[in-house]
């Protein structure tokens, strides 16, 4: 396994113990899962592109971390397949 992979899987494993989550890492499977949730986790060397696109939409406490933390990141959704701009709920 390669340092980026192990990288990858800790992270995981760190985001799981915080999150009290369940690990379901593989092919077509989210990193984890907790109840109806399913959680992609990320460890990237850069910071994230501008645009992060979800086929589900984002739940409140994403959608506060982002409005907090990442000032130049978008989030969008697509809705019959098209890519809209989510705000955030009020």
Do not use: C, W
């Amino acid at each position: 396994m390669t340092n980026s992979a192990n990288k990858g899987k800790r992270t995981e494993k760190e985001v799981e113990k915080q999150l009290n989550a369940t690990r379901k890492a593989g092919p077509n499977n989210p990193d984890l899962k907790k109840g109806k949730d399913r959680i992609e986790v990320k460890n990237y060397k850069n910071p994230l592109t501008n645009v992060i696109v979800s086929a589900k939409g984002f739940n409140d406490k994403a959608l506060e971390h982002a409005e907090k933390n990442m000032s130049k990141v978008q989030l969008r959704e697509v809705l019959d397949g098209k890519s809209k701009l989510v705000k955030k709920r009020k």
